[in-house]
């Protein structure tokens, strides 16, 4: 029997009286997440007294009142219904555990539900941060792996679900392009559940960055990565690549689930097993790897502009966690409603150490909402734009990248087109790891899907063959690894670095560049591997043959302040664009000549030429959105005068990069500095001196700090760093990482140590 939220007949008494519990339940419920927003006013609910003063007005409302409408807990449910699920035993299953199916009656009629057990989005043990008194604490709280299940609607098409049937069925199921949630009575006895109707969709919208925020170099930003064959170019997008997330919970959404630990990590881990679900469909993984709960308070400014808050959390990421948790991408979860925009992330961050970061409103409780925005924000941090007119999905009229975030789609073909060029431009390496618990050794695996009764290297039960080292990777040829030196991954221009095979694993490093500030192309400056030449720019927007123009090109147009030549946007209704001054006329739009022909564009884009002599001076209105700069505009860091670069439409005095590593004294001259401050080594150089003569240049660190160990030990080194902590070949100091690694004997060191493996716990 239905029962819908407004209760029509108020003669019905009983009825209403026999669905009492169920609003009280619901009062409980909204209680909790009301809670941490109205505790500040004076008759403001909080659990406790307050709870019974509601329910007996709720019992009074329901007597007196039947006609008010019953549905509390939120305005995305319109109606709900009492299911009680029973789950069927499916005649020749082997593993009850693999598979269910419950039979459901919803809205009248019997359905049934099959699903099937998912157990890759989250790993062993993973570490759960926490504060108590002002001191961090840590815990692996035990999560069933057998709990969440996926699946779908018999004879509905389309359908999908996905619950966690641990203590009774939670989750979502979508029919026919609606949209149900259930959860179990905590008071029943009779494994009764409620089924909500989300009718009133959550409105959620995208603002990833503004035109004046610090944005990783989007795909048009930077020169092409070409790995160096058709095998690698397939390896690319046919395996699955693993996004390996932590996830920050702020004090209000904590507030919200009960201020209860357990019950945070189980909302993340529902939520982070729906993002996955979303992925798939470009062929990826999301793996919960650690999370942090603010419990007792905000340890940034979460400011209502997630743009700002963006940007303190990024701060804190880089600051705190990435010392102590590895990942490849963090979100921070926040509780309040921050207005239009409900999501921001750092486009192209993911695998970089300076903007792997997104944050996400969870202000309301449509999970699949939520989780629509977070993998929305992922794809932005995975080098995915904005859908425009000319993508598709499966006949939807919006897809899961477009401005307007919806929660029944999935990604487009132009969201695929934009994933291949960042996994091809190399800037995805650190998805090819698959990540494993803690504490326990890799097995000999294979990562080759269904692919596995025919692949050469593995056996039916994706297990590697006896002689075969390794079945994929751009460092695996012929089940065999490449040899030490071979170059897996070639520099795609001045300030970007090669990376190289280490002999003993599958996998080519994580890209490596050139430290900020190094020089390029003679008087300008390498910024997160990209040479701020604006010839280049030219080049990425204009196409070939394109470069710079003239300064009287930029003088005559940058000074118009319109939409093809300014030196700001802008900002409020009824302002003006912004005239650039003589002194800044190199850092508003970017102004181009020498091409013939018109270049390939947006078709959101708007062009201008304005003939000069026997040339043209071109420029490009790309602003779209608050999403993704415009890439018209000159670049940050780029060179304007001698000792001054550009920086937010100014030309302002170039602030010396300050770094431990010097290449002549660091490196003794035969090698560059890398982004992570380590000698990278030319090629005939070895670590860990870099004067000794090698077969292929590898990055290594020096110090002189004593490692606490006795003897002469002072350089611990290993083959191709990554980016952060965590199993694979890294260089790190002792005293700040977990290090697992080799200490070698170089040929002209005065190392006196055999092999030795030292582990150190992360204080």
């Keep these: 029997m239905s029962v819908p939220a407004s209760v029509r007949d108020s003669a019905s008494f009983l009825s209403s009286l026999m669905k009492l519990h169920v609003v009280l339940y619901e009062a409980r419920r909204v209680l909790q997440t009301w809670a941490p927003q109205m505790k500040n006013l004076r008759l403001g609910l909080v659990p406790g007294q307050s709870c019974v003063r509601l329910e007996m007005m709720l019992l009074l409302g329901i007597i007196f009142l039947p006609s008010i409408r019953c549905d509390m807990a939120s305005v995305y449910y319109s109606s709900y219904e009492i299911v009680i699920p029973k789950r069927l035993m499916v005649r020749g299953s082997e593993d009850s555990v693999e598979k269910a199916t419950y039979l ?84 029943s006895r009779q494994f009764e559940h409620v089924l909500y109707t989300m009718a009133h969709e959550v409105r959620v919208s995208c603002g990833v960055t503004s035109r004046d925020s610090h944005v990783v170099s989007t795909s048009w930003q930077q020169g092409s990565r070409k790995p160096r064959d058709l095998q690698a170019l397939s390896y690319l997008w046919s395996h699955t690549k693993y996004v390996e997330m932590f996830v920050v919970v702020n004090n209000q959404r904590f507030q919200m689930w009960g201020s209860n630990i357990n019950e945070t990590v189980q909302r993340v881990v529902d939520v982070i097993a729906l993002a996955d679900s979303f992925t798939r469909g470009i062929n990826t993984e999301v793996v919960l790897t650690g999370m942090e709960i603010w419990t007792e308070g905000d340890l940034i400014d979460v400011a209502v502009d997630l743009q700002i808050t963006l940007r303190n959390f990024n701060r804190w990421r880089q600051e705190m966690l990435f010392r102590r948790a590895k990942h490849d991408v963090a979100h921070m979860i926040v509780g309040h409603h921050p207005g239009q925009n409900m999501g921001q992330a750092f486009l192209s961050g993911a695998c970089s150490s300076g903007f792997a970061a997104a944050v996400e409103s969870f202000h309301h409780e449509d999970v699949l909402s939520f989780a629509a925005l977070m993998v929305h924000e992922l794809g932005h941090n995975l080098g995915i734009q904005h859908d425009h007119s000319a993508c598709f999905c499966k006949e939807k009229h919006f897809c899961l990248m477009h401005e307007n975030i919806t929660k029944e789609s999935g990604f487009s073909n132009c969201s695929s087109d934009y994933f291949h060029q960042f996994l091809r431009e190399h800037k995805g390496a650190c998805l090819f790891n698959k990540p494993w618990p803690r504490g326990r050794k890799r097995r000999d695996s294979c990562d080759c899907g269904s ?73 300008y400056q390498c910024i997160k591997g990209n040479c701020m030449d604006p010839n280049n720019q030219c080049k990425q927007v204009f196409g070939y043959g394109a470069k710079s123009a003239s300064q009287e090109c930029y003088n005559s147009v940058n000074s118009k302040g319109d939409r093809f030549g300014n030196c700001g946007i802008p900002t409020s209704p009824g302002s003006q664009y912004v005239r650039c001054s003589d002194g800044n006329t190199f850092c508003g739009k970017l102004i181009c000549s020498g091409f013939t022909g018109l270049p390939k564009i947006n078709l959101q884009h708007t062009m201008i030429q304005v003939p000069r002599g026997d040339d043209s001076c071109w420029s490009v209105d790309a602003y779209t959105s608050t999403d993704i700069p415009d890439e018209g505009d000159v670049h940050n860091g780029t060179y304007c005068a001698p000792n001054k670069v550009c920086l937010n439409s100014t030309c302002t005095d170039k602030t010396p990069v300050m770094s431990a590593c010097n290449p002549e004294k660091t490196c003794n001259g035969n090698a560059v500095c890398n982004d992570l401050g380590h000698c990278h080594c030319n090629e005939g150089h070895a670590p860990p001196t870099v004067v000794s003569l090698g077969p292929d240049s590898i990055h290594h660190k020096l110090t002189e700090e004593p490692l606490g160990l006795k003897g002469t030990l002072a350089v611990v080194w290993q083959y191709s760093p990554w980016a952060h902590g965590g199993s694979g070949h890294r260089v790190r100091l002792l005293y700040l990482w977990k290090v697992k690694g080799r200490v070698r004997r170089s040929a002209s060191s005065d190392l006196s140590a055999s092999s030795t493996t030292v582990q150190e716990k992360i204080r």
């Design 451 to 523: 692919l596995c009764q025919r692949h050469p290297c593995c056996d039916e039960n994706c297990i590697l063959e006896a002689k075969a080292e390794c079945s994929d990777g751009l460092c695996c040829h012929n089940c065999k690894f490449q040899p030490k030196g071979y170059s897996c991954c070639p520099s795609s221009d001045s300030c970007d670095l090669p990376e190289f095979c280490n002999g003993t694993s599958a996998v080519c490093p994580d890209n490596r560049h050139k430290k900020d500030g190094s020089k390029c192309h003679k008087i």
């Design 104 to 187: 459901l009656l919803m809205q009248g009629q019997k359905r049934l539900v099959h699903l099937k057990v998912k157990r890759s989005h989250f790993v062993n043990n993973f570490p759960v941060y926490s504060y108590h008194n002002g001191i961090l604490g840590q815990e692996s709280p035990f999560i069933s792996h057998d709990c969440h299940y996926e699946g779908y609607i018999e004879g509905v098409s389309g359908s999908f679900v996905s619950v966690n049937t641990c203590a009774g069925l939670r989750g979502i199921l979508i029919k026919e392009e609606k949209s149900y949630s259930i959860e179990p009575m905590d008071s």
